[in-house]
């Protein structure tokens, strides 16, 4: 009996059909990318093009940290060939969709898996390795991708890991990441600065942490700032800018943007304020001249909203993924808004 036969007999009497698996190898057509998080899926589409197909099982309004490992998460990555999480400890109910989802070529060590923040420089790490007092953050801080830089390097993280399980089409991958990394260039710095000094050489001074200072350098009898376009261009006049916040999720955005965080409402991060740090934090917070306390959406407003009347000002909430609301169905568009809630 040949197999198509056998198939057909088994078809009519009704048994279940598993149909031989030979390869395990990715599919010709297009690469199942399943991320985390959805600004992860978005660079996933920058930068696997038309080789891709890329979803997120979380959502932009869910706590990145908390989102409940259900079993139609684990189908979604049961079928992907790659698997992308920022790491850091950020996702930790990664795992149990991971186990779920018995998928061998996606699974943490495996070639379909990354780790997308790998090679960010890592802020707020501390001393210890620990989770005391319910410390979420035990590896240093994990909101990478709210400094548009990081977003680059997950983008070659992502290009390395596709470039594995699809050699034939490395080039591709390489060249859509410096695509990317251009496009970020020209939306943080604006395209006549980048024309000017280059992308690559305004970046190295951000991370190098002399951006700012360089931009008060004359160039033929102006200031570069007032070259300064892009998101910088509308952050910069205001830096120094003291805020509040809910969650310890602002130290990146602080380095890309130059707001001054101040302090938290949380003690530590994933942990409950007592009445004696909110008091310490009021008082801080009006010495500074705080006018904005600002919180993701899946943060108590309520709670917010006392603490920012408390202080004298105003409970902004603040989407910090792709997706949280309409307006943002992309990294930039993002950024955008993030921008335009946190400085207007
Ligand atoms: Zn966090």
């Not at 979803?55 to 940290?65: E, F, Q, S």
């Not at 490395?170 to 992308?199: F, P, S």
């Not at 130290?251 to 007592?274: C, D, L, Q, T, W």
């Amino acid at each position: 009996m040949n197999l198509i036969s056998l198939l057909s007999t088994l078809v009519l009497s009704g048994l279940p059909v598993t149909i031989p698996d030979a390869d395990a190898e990715p599919s010709q057509e297009t690469l199942r990318v399943v991320t985390t998080l959805p600004h992860l899926a978005w660079v996933a589409e920058q930068v696997g093009g038309e080789r891709v197909e890329a979803t997120a099982v979380g959502r932009g309004y869910n706590d990145p940290h908390r989102i409940l490992p259900t079993p139609i998460l684990m189908q979604e990555v049961a079928k992907a060939d790659l698997f992308v999480e920022v790491g850091m400890s950020l996702e930790l109910w990664a795992q149990r969709v991971l186990d779920g989802a018995r998928n061998a070529r996606v699974r943490r060590g495996a070639i379909g898996h990354v780790f997308a923040g790998r090679g960010v420089p890592v802020l707020q790490v501390p001393a210890n390795v620990t989770r005391a007092q319910g410390d979420i953050h035990p590896q240093g801080n994990p909101h990478i991708w709210l400094h548009p830089l990081n977003v680059i390097v997950e983008g070659e993280n992502i290009a390395a890991a596709l470039s594995r399980i699809d050699p034939s089409h490395a080039a591709e991958y390489e060249q859509n990441v410096e695509t990317l990394r251009k496009m970020i260039h020209e939306r943080l710095y604006g395209a006549e600065l980048c024309e000017l000094i280059t992308g690559r050489r305004l970046e190295r001074y951000h991370r190098a942490g002399t951006l700012f200072d360089f931009l008060q350098r004359d160039y033929r009898g102006e200031k570069l700032a007032d070259r300064l376009g892009g998101w910088l261009g509308k952050a910069y006049p205001k830096r120094g800018m003291p805020v509040v916040v809910y969650h310890r999720m602002w130290p990146y955005f602080e380095e890309a943007f130059g707001i001054r965080v101040v302090g938290e409402i949380e003690e530590k991060p994933g942990v409950e304020p007592s009445n004696s740090h909110l008091d310490e934090l009021v008082k801080n917070a009006q010495q500074a001249g705080v006018k904005h306390v600002i919180h993701a959406p899946y943060y108590s407003s309520t709670k917010t909203r006392s603490i920012a009347e408390r202080i004298g000002a105003e409970a902004i909430a603040v989407p910090t993924d792709v997706d949280a609301t309409p307006e943002c169905p992309d990294y930039p568009s993002l950024i955008d808004i993030m921008l335009a809630r946190v400085y207007d």
